[in-house]
Structure formats: C-alpha cells, structure tokens
C-alpha cells in the first residue's frame, strides 16, 4: 500500500503575498519619509507635513479597523471614531497633567517654604481646570499621574466599551440598518456629554498643547514628529498583520459568512455574537490605539473629534477605499486625508469662473460627496475593486 506525504502546510504570508507586499510598501515609505524628513537633516519633508503623513497613517489604521468590522463582518458601525477619540483623551490627559507638573514644579522650587505634594497637586488642578471655572482635579484623571496606567486605560476604556455595548447590541439579535444607528447614537450621547464642563475633560476647550512631549521639551518638534511617524507606521504594520491573520483562517470565514448570511450560520451551529463581539471589541482597542498616536501629532482633542460626523467619513473612507480589501481601506483614508489636506490647507488654487470664485476650503466636502457618489455608482467595489481589476486583466 503506498504512502500519502502530506506537503507542510506554508506560513502565514506565504499563503497571503499580499500582507508581504504591502508590509514592504510601507517600510519603504517610511524609509524615504524619514529620509527626506528635517528630522534627518534633508529638509526636503517639512515637520507639519511630516506630522500630516503621521496621521494619516493613523487614519489607515482606524480604516482598517472599520473595514473588518464593515467589510469582513457586515457591521456598519457609526461609532468607531468615538474610540479612536478616548484614545486620544487618554494619551492627552497624561500629557497636560506630565507638562503642568513640570511647569509647577519649576515655579515652586525658588519658594522659601517647599510645597507639599498636596499643594503641588491643587496647582496643577487649578493650571487646568481654571479655563472652565474649577480648581479641583476630577477623579478620572486620577491615574493621569502615570503614564503607564494611562496607556493601560487607552486599550480598556474603548474595549470594555465596546465589550459592554456590543454584547448588548448582539445578543438582542440587532442587526442592519437599527444596529447602525445604535453605534450613532452612542457617539452622539458620549460627544454631548464631553462637551459639558463638568465631565473632567474640560468641555468644549478639549486638551491642548499634546504636541510637547514631557521630559522632551529640549528636543525639536522635527526630532518628535519622526518618532510618532515612526511608531504610527509600526502600529499601521502591525494592525495590518493583526487583521490580515484574523481574517484568512476559519474565524475569518466564518465572520465572512455572517456577514453574507447570519442565519444560516447560526443554523449551522456557531455563536454568532460571540465572533461579532470578537470583531467588535478589537476594531475598538486598535482603534484607540490609532487616537492615542494621533492626537499628540494634532495637538489637540475636543468633543467635536467625536461628533458622529466623524465616524461617518470614516465608512465613506472604507467605500471609497474599497470595503472587504485591508489595502482598499489603507488606499482609501490615504487618498482622502491627503487630499483633504491639500484643499483645505490652501494647496488647491482657488477659480475664479469671474461671476464667482471656487473657494476649496469652502467646496472640499462637496466634492468628498460628489467623490463618494460617483464610487457608488460607477465602482461599487472602491478604489482597490479597480485595482484588482486592472491587475488581473488579461
């Protein structure tokens, strides 16, 4: 009787090329970013665009984390920048309380009494709060002491959320158009509570000033933006690869068949909330992830980072893009946040049709709708639909 060898089963990006060659793409990116960058000398990248590129590849990756959601799961979640915003506020807590320490500290050392850590801690509370009328540093920046707890927060605060929400979301069985207006009115009600003053988050005034690092203040702002570009492209590589892999093995076809047919695979035996939960909250911790890097390339968060406005540019990134193709989602927000940039930053001459001038800054929105419905219709698959189609034509 013969012998049957099974051949060994090929690794993770042998079998997805495509996870390969992207990987290399943004490594070369970064390589001639940083290259041209002044951080490096060349001159060639100023420092505010290079922080332009930073976010945008945090904005990849937010894309990313919706199109698994969307386009893998078929979950339309109006709701995802809420956690990329308290990312954002969580990163950005640590960062006013860390420089005000600092500038306290300094105007009390010539003091003739030392000040005890109670008053020290009362200054920076006033140095904060005083913009809305308080003096006293709410409990939850209790942990903003720390950076490390406060980087704890930024991966459980938009988890347990998401965790909390979705496991009551799916296990009602909601799903379709209720379950994205859900995730709407979740962001809408967190977005009205943050702009109230007494939330401890300073209201409508936001956290200011996260472009200055603590204890990098002697450093210039070109030295600062290369290492957040640095570590934006990391997480957006590894986000990639997290994502990739979740999606090509049996979890990934199984959310796929969720998303074609739930029915049927809850016929078929699976838990079906528990693989959406899954989806869910880890497109919401990586999500958070992407705030926490992008914000202190901002320099600012407010509620209006919030706003459900927000989260649906987001899924017009992924449509644009291409939903259900990682790459369609990374092409996608790219084009859009560059593009927005180039418009509205005075980039775009302005024309003048001589009975009236074509402002861009005033137009750019029209025209990511216009953009939008012309994806819609003329190439429902986005932008990485016609890649595909281009690469593979005989």
Not at 75 to 81: E, K
Request: proline share 4%; glycine share 12%.
């Amino acid at each position: 009787m013969a012998k049957t060898t099974l051949a060994p089963r090929k690794g993770f990006l042998a079998e997805n090329p495509s996870v390969l060659r992207f990987l290399g793409l943004l490594a070369l990116f970064t390589v001639i970013v940083s290259a041209l960058a002044e951080g490096f000398g060349a001159g060639v990248i100023s420092t505010s665009f290079l922080k332009v590129l930073g976010m945008t590849l945090c904005l990849c990756l937010i894309a990313v984390a919706m199109d698994v959601v969307w386009g893998y799961c078929g979950i339309l979640s109006l709701g995802h920048f809420a956690f990329f915003g308290l990312g954002g506020y969580g990163i950005g807590m640590w960062l006013m309380y860390a420089r005000t320490e600092g500038i306290v500290r300094d105007s009390l050392a010539n003091a003739p009494i030392p000040a005890t850590e109670g008053e020290v801690r009362d200054a920076i509370a006033s140095q904060i709060f005083s913009v809305v009328g308080s003096t006293e540093l709410p409990f939850i920046w209790g942990f903003a002491h720390s950076l490390t707890l406060q980087l704890l927060l930024i991966v459980l605060v938009p988890g347990l959320l998401a965790l909390v929400f979705g496991w009551l979301a799916f296990r009602s069985r909601v799903t379709g158009v209720y379950l994205s207006i859900l995730t709407q009115a979740m962001t809408l009600a967190l977005s009205l509570y943050l702009f109230q003053n007494d939330t401890g988050l300073r209201g409508n005034n936001g956290l200011s000033g996260l472009q200055n690092i603590p204890g990098l203040l002697h450093l210039p702002q070109s030295t600062i933006a290369l290492w957040f570009f640095w570590a934006s492209a990391l997480a957006l590589g590894l986000g990639y690869l997290l994502f990739a892999w979740l999606v090509s093995g049996k979890f990934g076809s199984v959310v796929r068949a969720i998303r074609d047919n739930e029915s049927r695979v809850r016929f078929l035996g699976y838990h079906v909330e528990s693989y959406k939960l899954v989806v869910f909250t880890a497109t919401a911790i990586v999500s958070g992830i992407a705030g926490a890097l992008y914000y202190p390339q901002a320099g600012i968060i407010n509620p209006a980072e919030i706003a459900p406005i927000t989260s649906i540019y987001l899924a017009v990134w992924v449509a644009i893009g291409g939903r259900g193709r990682l790459y369609g989602a990374v092409i996608g927000a790219a084009s859009v946040s560059l593009l927005s940039s180039w418009f509205t930053g005075g980039g775009a001459p302005n024309i003048n049709l001589g009975f009236y001038e074509i402002v861009w800054t005033d137009w750019w929105l029209v025209l990511l709708g216009l953009g939008f419905v012309a994806v819609t219709l003329f190439f429902p698959k986005g932008i990485g639909g016609l890649f595909d189609y281009l690469v593979r034509k005989p």
